[in-house]
């Protein structure tokens, strides 16, 4: 008996390892297919633009030859516009989620807006775009500028922030928030000295993930009116401004092919750009977490 | 920080003719034996009723042991005491509980003071990921100390307190995640003593510790007493008999008997209680 049943597992167990085995191979292929594309995707560019990428390149204003154009206005502009977009979206992001996730009474009506918070978060990015022409270009009257753009942009990534940082505020121990309590400290000193300082790393990851979202946002930039062809970089807020998403689309439609390779080598610099931005969050992610 | 508010209290009662002043101070003094003087406490989550007419008085430094089985009520009755029941959005409470003569749930009482007054150590050690020095240093910081020679001081004279100074003197900058389960709990105990509160709650303080540890605490609860007056959730019954002064039997969220430990575990008066310290049920 015991040896007959001693049998019949490993006869079951066999069947398993092999559909391990199947499952592993299909999964490693799914993984292949996206990296084949990925390292596609980078020949094109690299091929393409590294021809154009210099110094000069970099450094240059827009121009009506190909050889002379360059990203600066575009790269400065969308420096600029990260900036605003990161204050305006980080102070107003981390506050709600605060104010949900602390203060909020527990009910049918936070739940909703939690909810919906969420659901704006997959909204198509040129209703943003949409609603900030409405509002901060007309409405506000600031017309094609930087801060119109900016307020644009940081609305369309605070949800992402709100719900980062809502998760971020929630996935702190009950345990040390009751220790913090139990002390006599208020809510407000509970959440400066203990909430946020655990939740910052999730926070910022959070957060930098939605601004490199963001940076390479094209289609709300063109409706509440980036410049394509600009020779200044922005002096205030109010002046007008590009971003690299706008120049490299500008220089995609060009009949020339030139064009193409100047677009390509604007491709690499942005795609350098939002490197370097993802590596900030995972290196304040393990500063963070070794210190935890 | 808390004396100015003693000060006022006593100045306001000074300012009285000088009869009356004589007759409060001979009732404060018949009173002083009890810190804590709970009366017909009901408490319910929602619907479901946790806490049935609960009367006890808490006598000054000595400890106080609540037994009972699980369920029975011991850790909401413990956190009713310095109201952190209340972080619980659906508790409801009616009766009265008086520290120091103070009605707690009045409107005007402050929980933050109180529970400068009425501290508390959890069942599981919670020290906060920071160093030992910031742990214990957290109190004093929030109600407002900033200087360093006195937080230094503070922070001394607290892990002394806790009995642990000797074994992290030179591990003040060290996360407190690093250390043992004891250590930690032995941490959280000096963090509480650091905001120099009247009574101290202990959940089940010792329940997640190995006997050394639990033995440690053990002995630091007896040497407390001198200074603090401490309730201690249990669920070890030698542990009780071992370190209490008092001890309180619930059962389904009622006080069945509280009487002073000797008597209630040789000749407990209520039958549940017999059955319950004699094992045979719960
Ligand atoms: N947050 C809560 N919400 C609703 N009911 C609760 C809550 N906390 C406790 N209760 C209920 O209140 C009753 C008493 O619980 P309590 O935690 O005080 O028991 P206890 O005596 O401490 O038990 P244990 O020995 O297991 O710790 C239980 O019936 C429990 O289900
Ligand atoms: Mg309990």
Redesign the interface.
Known sequence: MLGQNEQNIKKRMEGRVAINKILMVLFGLATAVGLVFLVLLFYRVLTQGIGYLSLDYILNFPAPYPEEAGIYAGLIGSVFLMIIVAIVSVIIGVSTAIYLEEYA??NKFTEFIRVNIQNLAGVPSIVFGLLGLTFFVYMFNFGYTLIAGGLTMALLILPVIVVAAQEAVRSV?A??K?????????KW?TIA??ILP?AIPGILTGAIIALSRAIGETAPLIIVGAATAIYTLPESLLAKYTAMPIQIYNWTGRPQEEWQYVAGAGIIVLLAVLLIMNSIAVLIRNKFQR?? | MNGVMEEKTNKKVNQGSAKPEVNKEGIKKEKANNIIEVSDLNLWYGSDQALYEVSMDVPEKQVTAIIGPSGCGKSTFLKTLNRMVEMVPIVKTSGSIKYRDQEIFSNKYKEEYLRTKVGMVFQKPNPFPKSVYDNVAYGPRIHGIKKKEVLDQIVEKSLKGAAIWDELKDRLNENAYGLSGGQQQRVCIARALAVEPDVILMDEPTSALDPISTAKVEELVQELKEKYSIIIVTHNMQQAARISDKTAFFLNGELIEFADTDDLFQNPHDKRTEDYITGRFG
Do not use: D, F
């Open positions: 009474p527990k121990p345990e040390i009751e220790a913090s309590y139990g002390m006599g400290a208020s000193q000295r203990v655990a210190r935890l």
